[in-house]
């Protein structure tokens, strides 16, 4: 039988309520009134629940107007055409052939297309469409950049026998789609090419391509068949329908697909001449006042910009079939914009310095009653110091508390570690700070440098052995990391002269403005980075919404006049040949200027060769192109000091440092490495991470030495040094073992470099004792940053 049937009512929810609030009905109404609490905290709460709903309301009406302003902008009549870039996976299906079909189904005409664009009344919208040549690995860079729809196009064929993915995507594909990724893929369909007639067959063909495809695209990508007429027009509906989307980093800056590319020899200024590119603004509204960056080309500013007439609308009958070629290059000027000496922004790539910058002035009396007092303080603290050693240089030094010491503290007066002042501010004055102190030869032979000169022709023998170099050093890194032999014909403290020890990588302080090279002379720093980057990407929405009297709005068709392009880059650029278009991008503020732009990177799994430090590689950051020498070096989280990388190591992210024009992250970056007689490799990928020259990058070196006495914690150690000069004047650094103590120099044992050290515990005689010291790193000057 069932439970009980007895009626079980719900609970009264007065539990809670005031023991007036439950008599209240009982009460007469004359005294609720009295009874009652006042109503002002009902009235607060409801006041604030109006409020919030009122602020919800907000909020969505204006994230409604956003995507209808942006939906507008991207569909509209005034908005620039749709660009649709065919790439192929495999080299096995006739792009021309789609590019054709898509652009004559676009203008509803069946003639042959004149150019790579047509404008559609029928759905509304404007089309370009670019194919992506397969093997041209810069090509395909610079169009998936501008691409609004990455179209991969795939042949069914090479399913018909049951092949597996390889018949799909070939490895320049796969190279290809890691690249994409790392550029930042914009919304992306796959056109699935030659399907048979038979539905059944057809239908499991494309389950095929999609379950061997989709693993390598985003979810979110569509397949479409394109054999037919039908198929494509269902395939132009649903992309005229779509809501794209596209890299951020891209939304940040005006820029322009070339549609026509001329140039103007300047009579004032032989071997330049004025760069004339033709296209639509894309993203923000460009000013005349601005600097333009020609990818490849460098930056330059603008002598005018002459806004045309739109040669594709959509209200007009006229297409891309009707328009000759007088017709495009014959455009009616609407409106010219001129710059405004005052406001524009000025081509500076480097700081100039003033030669009378480190003069020495006669010091004020308020500066001088400052360092009496200083030394007043210093007097307190009474310190033991070797001679020349400034007070900066003495936080290196470990002091020795030991009893044992005390009986040596006279023959230690000329232990010192770094170079006296004199020789700091000479090698300030004429070097460079870039490995070139006395001991170049020697150190360019520890680090296995064998850079020759960019301009010498090498023999094939030379190649080979350049790279068999390349490698060893590359295997000797990754097997002794750091460890360095000390030279026997150069006194160590000569050949070390730069090199300082530390107590602690982590706290020990560094002076990132201390002995810095001439090249910082020519650089630009920033006090506050984002806070600047704040401030320059808010002139970019106030240019958007600014008057029309110095700026080209968005989707507006302008040709724009590049100043002083040397001929030969404006003759490359200008080229019937080129199989990619011209891309111009607006720079924002600051942004040709140099400093030191540091990048998280990563080397790409399909590169093997060893990629060295301060060799020369080419850098696609967005969508600029230049040549840098990076440093590598570790990204400590835990510390303001990073240690230099002597080689990119795969599988783990590094931070290469380059002198480069200023850049506002984020942005992706893909280095490429040329290669002997082939074309340029996929080296590194990754990002912009930050600009700062005061990131300070230490090289570590270690001295080994081996026991050849041990009496529990105290032996005598040989070969570290070949000197007794070299051991007093490294004495003061602290030493270790690779199985674990810590100890120091205690004197110099003969006329050979032998050492008697004290450790803090029991030392096995098979140990090997190291000394670390540091120096501080630079990045390499690029001779060349664009291409000529």
Not at 13 to 22: D, M, P, V
Not at 431 to 449: A, C, F, K, P, V
């Amino acid at each position: 039988m069932g439970g009980s049937r007895t009626q079980v009512n719900k609970a009264h929810k007065s539990r809670f309520a005031s023991k007036a609030s439950r008599q209240l009905h009982r009460t007469s109404g004359a005294d609720k009134s009295r009874i009652g609490k006042p109503n002002t905290h009902q009235a607060a709460v409801k006041g604030a629940r109006a409020a919030r709903i009122q602020r919800s309301k907000t909020i969505r009406n204006e994230k409604r107007a956003a995507l209808l302003k942006v939906k507008r902008a991207s569909t509209g009549s005034s908005s620039p055409p749709r660009v649709i870039v065919l790439f192929d996976l495999s080299s096995s299906t006739d792009l021309g052939k789609v590019a054709r079909d898509l652009l004559t189904l676009s203008s509803g005409e069946e003639t042959e297309p004149l150019c790579n664009t047509a404008a559609s009344s029928a759905y509304r919208f404007r089309l370009t469409v670019l194919e992506a040549p397969h093997g041209d690995l810069l090509s395909c860079m610079e169009m998936a950049k501008v691409a609004d729809l990455m179209a991969f196009v795939v042949s069914a064929k090479s399913l018909y026998d049951g092949h597996e993915i390889g018949g799909l995507v070939d490895a320049f594909g796969e190279q290809c789609l890691s690249v994409f990724r790392a550029i930042g893929l914009p919304s992306t369909a796959v056109l699935i090419r030659d399907l048979p007639l038979d539905i059944k067959k057809k239908q499991e063909l494309k389950k095929t391509c999609i379950s061997h495809l989709s693993s390598e695209l985003p979810e979110d990508c569509k397949f479409f068949p394109a054999d037919t007429k039908e198929d494509l027009h269902k395939f132009m509906w649903l992309f005229k329908e779509q809501s794209l989307s596209c890299p951020n980093w891209r939304n940040q800056r005006p820029y322009l697909m070339s549609h026509e590319s001329n140039l103007e020899p300047d009579i004032d200024n032989p071997g330049t001449c004025s760069l004339l590119l033709s296209g639509y603004i894309r993203a923000h509204s460009l000013s005349v006042n601005q600097l333009v960056h020609v990818s490849g080309a460098g930056d330059f500013q603008l002598g005018k910009i002459d806004i045309l007439k739109d040669p594709f609308p959509i209200s007009e009958r006229k297409s891309s079939n009707s328009m000759d070629s007088d017709d495009m290059q014959n455009f009616q000027v609407v409106q010219t914009l001129l710059p405004d000496p005052l406001k524009q922004e000025p081509l500076i790539v480097e700081n100039v310095p003033d030669p009378l910058a480190g003069e020495q002035t006669w010091p004020t009396e308020a500066e001088m009653a400052e360092a009496d007092e200083n030394n007043k303080e210093r007097k307190l603290v009474k310190k033991r110091l070797p001679r020349g050693t400034s007070d900066y240089q003495a936080a290196w030094i470990v002091e020795d508390t030991d009893d044992e010491d005390s009986d040596n503290s006279e023959e230690g007066d000329d232990d010192g570690m770094v170079l006296e002042e004199q020789k700091d501010r000479a090698a300030l004055e004429g070097s460079d700070h870039s490995d070139l102190d006395e001991g170049q030869t020697i150190d360019d032979r520890t680090e296995g440098d064998t850079e020759m000169a960019d301009d010498e022709i090498l023999t094939k023998e030379q190649i080979e052995s350049e790279i068999k170099q390349i490698k060893e050093a590359y295997a000797d890194d990754q097997e002794f990391p750091d460890e360095v032999e000390t030279p026997i014909d150069v006194p160590a403290k000569k050949r070390f002269a730069k090199y300082r020890g530390l107590k602690s990588f982590r706290t020990s302080s560094w002076d990132p403005k201390e002995s810095l090279p001439p090249e910082y002379a020519r650089i630009f720093a920033f006090d506050n980075f984002a806070r600047t980057q704040k401030n320059v990407l808010a002139k970019v929405i106030d240019i958007d919404q600014g008057s029309m009297e110095d700026c080209a709005p968005v989707g507006s068709y302008v040709r724009l006049y590049l100043k002083h392009v040397p001929l030969d880059v404006a003759t490359r650029l200008c080229l019937p040949s080129k199989k990619s278009p011209v891309l111009a991008c607006g720079l924002l503020q600051h942004e040709s200027k140099m400093s030191v732009l540091h990048f998280s990177i990563k080397k790409h799994d399909s590169y093997d060769a060893p990629v060295k430090s301060k060799e020369i590689l080419s850098f696609h950051v967005g969508f600029r192109q230049f040549y840098a020498r990076p440093l590598f070096s570790s990204d400590s989280l835990n510390s303001d000091k990073h240690k230099m990388e002597r080689f990119l190591h795969p599988g783990r992210f590094s931070v290469a440092s380059v002198y480069a024009p200023v850049s506002f992250p984020p942005l992706p970056l893909i280095v490429l490495k040329a290669q002997h007689g082939e074309a340029p490799a996929i080296a590194a990928m990754g990002s912009l991470k930050c600009v700062d020259p005061d990131r300070i990058i230490l090289k570590k070196i270690i001295l080994t030495g081996y026991p050849q006495r041990v009496s529990k914690s105290k032996s005598i150690v040989r070969y570290m040094f070949h000197n007794t000069d070299d051991v007093r004047w490294f004495k003061p650094v602290e030493i270790w073992t690779k199985c674990g103590r810590r100890g120091r120099i205690k004197e110099p044992v003969g006329t050979h470099g032998a050492m008697k050290c004290l450790f803090n515990g029991v030392i096995q005689q098979h140990d090997t004792v190291c000394m670390s010291l540091y120096k501080r790193a630079y990045p390499k000057w690029p001779e060349q940053l664009y291409t000529s």
